[in-house]
């Protein structure tokens, strides 16, 4: 006897857009969906928070919170800090969703949980915004397999259903089933909604993505209205992220730009900050000349010699917030900036060598990181590590290396470190950080103290 097919409807991120959640709730009917899982993003950028959570109540959808929800009850908090770093137009979404949620809806967002798991038809499941891993990492077609399987592995499940990406997906990786169901109010690439539908049986699943139209103009004139920025209109309207938009803005602008005018802008962002300009420029100094004394062994150019410079200037703006995850917090406040006139590509690479002056080398699962090409990759690897290491060389910033002098001999990197004073601390720490440059460039390197 065949056991009965269980149907489930898989949604995620309406992002408050009502009328793309009405159609797509509509189709569901049709295809006699039995059940409906929601994969978090209740609310954001069209102004029916309210309406969006009440609705997928009606429906008993089996939900869980995702990060834009998170942000949003969490604004009183953080509103301080997100006033100087945030886009004025993700800030102001932020803001308005926070005063208009109702008491209520707030406590039921703050009592789902991060995910779920549910057995179905012989099967485990793991309901997930980003992925098994960071509710804030996204899971596409773009995933390196390597990252995939780890994830597989971290998810201990049949089947991992993710959103937070806007994007359809699904992938078997690992033994694991990756199901992304794109998004319900704010889809990226194609203005249609999307959603997903599962069938159950026997121990199987069968996935199908589906595309529904919607009433965009309800959406963008109930933007308007609540008004709320134009540029969140535009989201809707041209199906991608705000970020793109204003990455496409800027490069179109960064083109006729010179590089003393992007210079003058990374020192104006940095001066914002309130950076430490000795230590700063002395990284700086250090970084560049260990750039154009390695240049037979990495092999990078002008371009790349510049992206370094406006790296290391912007590499501890991140203490503005303090000391703790001051890389992150420099990322973050690098990509979120809209004065620096560079493309996302280069932004996006000057970002990510403040992230990697510290702690943790690159890996694919970080955010920017993982979007470059496989050459950007290795660009990032070869002037993050040159740049963790002149950090290290003025760890106790108090500025004792006047000038490094490289030389290679066979398998080795000799670093000359001229200083009158002892160096200990310095060569102790630039040891510690040289792991990314020894890896990337194939070299042991020794440091030596030099009087002159």
């Not at 029916?48 to 869980?64: D, G, H, M, T, Y």
């Not at 300009?277 to 092999?299: C, I």
């Amino acid at each position: 006897m065949r056991s009965k097919i269980l149907k489930i409807a898989v949604l995620s991120d309406v992002h408050g857009n009502l009328p793309a959640l009405d159609a797509v709730l509509a189709d569901c009917a049709k295809q006699g969906e039995e059940q409906i899982w929601y994969l978090g993003d209740f609310v954001g950028y069209v102004p029916f928070p309210n309406e969006v959570i009440e609705r997928l109540q009606k429906e008993n959808a089996i939900s869980i919170i995702g990060n834009y929800d998170l942000k949003v009850i969490a604004f009183v908090k953080n509103a301080r800090q997100w006033k100087k770093n945030k886009l004025p137009e993700k800030y102001s979404a932020f803001e308005w969703n926070y005063k208009t949620l109702t008491s209520a809806n707030k406590r039921y967002l703050q009592q789902l949980p991060k995910e779920r798991r549910i057995k179905i038809a012989g099967l485990d499941v793991l309901l997930t915004h980003g992925s098994p891993a960071d509710n804030e990492e996204g899971i596409s077609s773009a995933m390196p397999a390597k990252r995939l399987n780890e994830l597989a592995k971290i998810a201990k499940a049949d089947v991992v259903l993710c959103g937070h990406t806007h994007r359809p997906f699904k992938k078997r990786v690992g033994g694991v089933l990756f199901v992304n169901a794109g998004s319900v109010g704010r889809p990226e690439g194609d203005t249609s909604a999307s959603y997903a539908i599962l069938n159950f049986a026997n121990g199987r699943v069968t996935v199908r993505h589906c595309k529904v139209e919607y009433d965009i103009d309800k959406a963008t004139n109930a933007i308007r209205k609540a008004a709320l920025s134009a540029g969140l209109a535009d989201v809707i309207e041209k199906a991608a992220s705000l970020d793109a938009l204003k990455q496409q803005q800027k490069s179109r602008v960064s083109d006729n730009v010179t590089d003393e005018k992007k210079l003058e802008a990374v020192l104006s962002l940095a001066e914002k900050c309130n950076y430490e300009k000795q230590h700063t420029h002395q990284v700086e100094k250090l970084a560049l000349q260990l750039f154009d004394g390695l240049t037979g062994l990495h092999r990078l150019g002008d371009k790349e010699r510049f992206l370094l410079l406006c790296g290391a200037i912007l590499h501890d703006i991140g203490w503005i917030e303090g000391q703790k995850v001051h890389h992150k917090v420099a990322l973050k406040i690098i990509m979120d900036d809209t004065t620096l006139p560079f493309d996302f590509r280069d932004k996006s690479i000057i970002a990510l060598l403040a992230r990697y002056h510290r702690k943790r080398l690159p890996a694919d699962k970080h955010a920017y990181y993982r979007e470059l090409s496989d050459k950007d990759k290795t660009i990032i690897q070869k002037l993050a590590g040159i740049l963790r290491l002149a950090d290290g060389l003025d760890c106790t910033h108090s500025n004792l290396v006047e000038r490094i002098n490289c030389n290679i001999k066979g398998n080795s990197l000799l670093l000359n470190c001229v200083s009158k004073e002892p160096l200990d601390e310095e060569f102790s720490a630039a040891d510690d950080k040289a792991d990314l440059l020894k890896q990337v460039l194939g070299k042991k390197i020794i440091f030596r103290r030099k009087t002159g």
